[in-house]
């Protein structure tokens, strides 16, 4: 593992432990690409697809590719060894764990920094109960059901937040006291080529 050294002490680099993001949006975000895709290769195979005839499904499958990127398979919860990073559809924000006062999950998985500011996740929501539950369902849980995969909700995303968090204050704390402030920016890699495609697709309407 790379490290850096400051003052004779060897400080191991950050690294990214997990990356959270749920199974449905996955499968959903991939079909629908992937239909897009099925579309576009129709298009190519059809003799009659001339000219800016071609060009219509290869900017519109573009544009739905790019809304999935940026609504179902880009955003995620990252779980670094010094921070918490959530891409959401269109800011990323970063929380080092020196900033971190607390992770919750009201609403998703939430992170409240030591200015009181909470950042949610757009990836993460929170396991709701449609119906209430009964007291064997609550047994069932803890005997056969509790031994599975848990599924991909705010509450286990806090769990594994909080581990790495105690790691990092035992470890690193004393190492790297001075952690950069929470940091928010635009998310670039799914605006910009979005933005060029709805910009592309409007040009051919008009020269059409």
Known sequence: MAATYDGGVSTPEPTRTHTFRTLPARIVGAVIVTGA?????I???????RGLDLVYPLLIAGIVAGLMWMLL??????????RVVL??????TTVPFAHVQSFSHEWAFEVTDTTG????SWAIPRERQLTPRRAREDFADTTVRGRS??????TLVVDHAEKARSAWSIADKQQTPDQPAVTAQWAWTSLV???LLVVALA???ILN
């Not at 398979?73 to 670094?80: A, H, I, K, T, Y």
């Not at 995969?149 to 705010?154: E, L, Q, V």
Request: avoid cysteine; proline fraction near 7%.
């Open 193 to 195: 080529p979005v933005a």
């Open 87 to 92: 891409r959401n559809v269109f800011r990323d």
């Open 117 to 120: 500011h909470r950042h949610n």
């Open 73 to 82: 398979l880009r955003p995620s919860v990252e779980v670094w060894s010094d």
């Open 37 to 41: 895709l099925v579309a576009v290769v």
């Open 203 to 205: 040009v051919v309407l």
């Open 43 to 49: 298009s190519l195979v059809d003799s009659r697809t």
């Open 149 to 154: 995969k848990p599924g991909m909700t705010a």
